[in-house]
């Protein structure tokens, strides 16, 4: 089984819906991360968490909202989805331990699409 | 603020050539990480290979190796014996300090037959 799942994989949906990504987790991490990709931009960090209690904005974070339900669980919102949300949607977690760094590891992505 | 820059949109080359991928970033953090991601048609993101800012010597990953000039703040990968396989979306991207990632544009690698 996969340590970091997304669902749905894939979501169609219209202009002003709420729609909402999840993202789980099994390796007990307790950071997780929203990354977005659109095409000639990489992917773009959207919101993060440490913990629990700890939300914090990225770099694009205007029209998402977040929600850490649980240290496994961490999902993202479109309160009114709009077309230029089109796109691939990643989540990502990393542990904390001593080292100055810590690998992230990425979800399949949920592909978005707005019309 | 952090930034990194992929150049290359588009490679392409015949299978079990060598080809280097560029990357130059920019950040004013003396320690910090540097990777290449590897992103196939299925969309996962595979982490390749990183390098850690103090490190002088270059990282190498089987086929995959870096070329690290830090004072020219370039990153680029080599890839050798390219293979069908190696066809994705190459990402370079950096992290320090609050963890988080900052990524390139991305370089569409295509290895031909």
């Known amino acids: 089984d996969a340590d970091v799942t997304q669902t749905p994989r894939n979501r169609i949906t219209k202009t002003g819906k709420r729609i909402m990504l999840e993202c789980s987790q099994t390796?007990?991490?307790?950071?997780m991360y929203w990354y977005r990709q659109d095409p000639g931009l990489g992917l773009r960090l959207i919101y993060y968490?440490?913990?629990?209690?700890?939300?914090n904005k990225g770099e694009i974070s205007d029209g998402y909202s977040v929600s850490r339900q649980a240290q496994a669980k961490f999902s993202l919102s479109l309160e009114s989805a709009i077309p230029n949300q089109t796109a691939l949607y990643f989540c990502?977690?990393?542990?904390?331990?001593?080292?100055?760094?810590?690998?992230?590891?990425f979800g399949p992505g949920t592909r978005l699409t707005v019309l | 603020a952090q930034t990194v820059t992929q150049s290359q949109p588009e490679m392409s080359v015949q299978e079990a050539e060598t080809v280097t991928l560029s990357c130059t970033y920019d950040?004013?953090?003396?320690?910090?990480?540097l990777f290449w991601y590897k992103q196939p048609p299925s969309r996962q993101m595979i982490l390749v290979i990183r390098?850690?800012?103090?490190?002088?010597q270059n990282a190498t990953e089987n086929r995959f190796s870096v070329n690290f000039q830090k004072a020219a703040k370039s990153f680029s990968l080599k890839i050798s014996d390219s293979q069908l396989g190696d066809t994705a979306m190459y990402f370079c991207?950096?992290?320090?300090?609050?963890?988080?990632?900052?990524f390139g544009q991305g370089t569409r690698l295509t290895i031909n037959p």
């Open positions: 990502a977690t990393s542990d904390i331990t001593g080292a100055s760094y810590n690998e992230q590891f």
């Open positions: 390796k007990g991490h307790d950071r």
């Open positions: 968490s440490f913990d629990v209690k700890d939300i």
């Open positions: 950040t004013s953090e003396s320690n910090y990480y």
């Open positions: 390098q850690e800012a103090y490190k002088q």
């Open positions: 991207a950096l992290i320090q300090g609050a963890q988080k990632l900052v």
